[in-house]
């Protein structure tokens, strides 16, 4: 078996590296927020040899038989990002172990997993890089970040022992796995609360934006009603924007900004570049003269 795995070792970290950086674009291109770089390894031989010694796997003929001989994991921040994940990596790999939504691996302790056996597909071994890897498989876990803090814990804790762990520490790792669960379910319900306070500052009445502090979301909504609707900068753009007038001029509060700019700036009459020019302008000015006021009453 070592000479094999000598042997095939570069060949699967090609592999490997190739469907790590597929991986990585389908899910900036998709824009899927995760909690850590995306983790891949090719799987050492005396983890292959324990697994067969001790006959939770049986190796037949070859190593290449194992179906997580090289392996990736995706932790998730949200929860509502699992399945979307699963329908992209099943579209742009061939299944090599059909894999049910419902048919999630669930440990021990009653904590799941998803677990996909992908490899490329046929066409793929027309270009020159994928020629030599046809039939080899990946096994792609894909975790929440609970699920994933779950699962590092209790393999570091219990890996090859869960056998001999006492009941009272059973009831212990039930009841951390239901937290975990209520955790992943929080944050979830956290980011559906903020993704509706943000389109209900797109759409609310203006006196309501007033009473709201200063943010992004909030400052782009202010300068779309000095514009007419005009204000048309990118998220990062408006964001250096926002942060930059609350940083430089202590504007923390929208009914601020707007008593100090409102009637004296129009979009109408200016390019988005001249808007701004003119914005920090009117706001140095106001700035300048609370200054010398400061400096009279003292």
């Known amino acids: 078996m070592k000479n094999e795995y000598d042997e095939i070792k570069n060949e699967y970290l090609d592999f490997l590296k190739g469907i790590k950086r597929i991986v990585e674009k389908l899910l900036i291109q998709n824009n ?4 850590f770089n995306i983790y891949g390894r090719l799987k050492d031989f005396d983890s292959i040899q324990e697994k067969h010694n001790s006959k939770r796997f049986i190796i037949k003929k070859t190593i290449t038989e194992l179906n997580d001989l090289v392996g990736l994991r995706i932790v ?3 929860p509502e990002y699992k399945d979307q ?3 992209l990596l099943l579209e742009e790999f061939n299944q090599i172990v059909e894999f049910k939504k419902n048919d999630q691996i669930i440990d021990k302790f009653g904590y799941s997993s998803i677990h996909l056996i992908l490899g490329i597909k046929e066409e793929w071994i027309k270009a020159p890089d994928w020629k030599e890897h046809l039939n080899k498989k990946i096994e792609i876990q894909i975790r929440t970040l609970s699920e994933h803090i779950w699962a590092e ?12 762990i006492p009941k009272i520490i059973t009831r212990d790792l039930y009841r951390l796995s239901a937290l975990l669960e209520v955790v992943d379910d929080k944050l979830q319900s956290i980011k559906d609360n903020v993704s509706s306070h943000f ?15 200063l943010n992004s979301e909030t400052f782009r909504r202010t300068m779309i009603e000095y514009s007419n609707g005009n204000y048309d900068l990118n998220d990062n753009q408006n964001k250096e924007l926002s942060s930059r007038i609350e940083h430089d001029y202590n504007i923390l509060n929208v009914i601020v900004l707007h008593e100090l700019v409102a009637g004296k700036i129009n979009l109408k009459n200016y390019t988005n570049e001249k808007f701004i020019e003119v914005l920090l302008e009117v706001l140095e000015a106001e700035k300048f003269k609370t200054d010398q006021n400061r400096g009279q009453i003292n």
């Not at 814990?153 to 001999?164: A, C, G, I, Q, V």
């Open 153 to 164: 814990t209790s393999h570091t804790l219990f890996y090859k022992r869960e056998e001999n």
């Open 76 to 78: 998730l921040l949200f």
């Open 199 to 213: 389109k209900y500052i797109e759409s609310c009445p203006f006196d309501e934006i007033l009473k709201m502090d």
């Open 32 to 35: 899927i927020p995760i909690a």
């Open 85 to 87: 994940v699963i329908d």
